[in-house]
């Protein structure tokens, strides 16, 4: 069963930038798309932004033109790099791919953004 591991959060003052990597485990067939949700405290789990098998992106209104989602087939990872990051970006991210077969999904890496 193919792992994905989510790494790159921390804890940033406002207006800074961290970037989030997702490594699969191993090579997952037929992927469809690749995604970022996160979960804040209290609130139901969003999607932040997704790729799919043509690089298409798309974005949650609330990052766009901050945060850039991008693959790295040979690797086999999945990158976010968040920009001029706000308190509101607090939350646990997760990592999630869906192939025709399958929903993977990563454990979540905290991120903290101080006012």
């Known amino acids: 069963q193919v792992q994905l591991v989510e790494s790159g959060g921390g804890l940033v003052q406002a207006g800074g930038s961290l970037r989030l990597s997702c490594a699969a485990s191993g090579s997952i067939f037929a992927v469809k798309t690749m995604n970022w949700y996160r979960r804040a405290p209290g609130k139901q789990r969003e999607l932040v932004a997704g790729?799919?098998?043509?690089?298409?992106?798309n974005y949650a209104d609330s990052v766009k033109g901050r945060f850039t989602i991008s693959r790295d087939n040979a690797k086999n990872t999945l990158n976010l790099q968040m920009n001029s990051l706000k308190p509101e970006d607090t939350a646990v991210y997760y990592c999630?791919?869906?192939?025709?077969?399958?929903?993977?999904w990563g454990q979540g890496t905290q991120v903290t953004v101080s006012s």
């Open positions: 790729i799919n098998s043509g690089d298409v992106t």
């Open positions: 999630n791919v869906v192939s025709i077969t399958n929903d993977y």
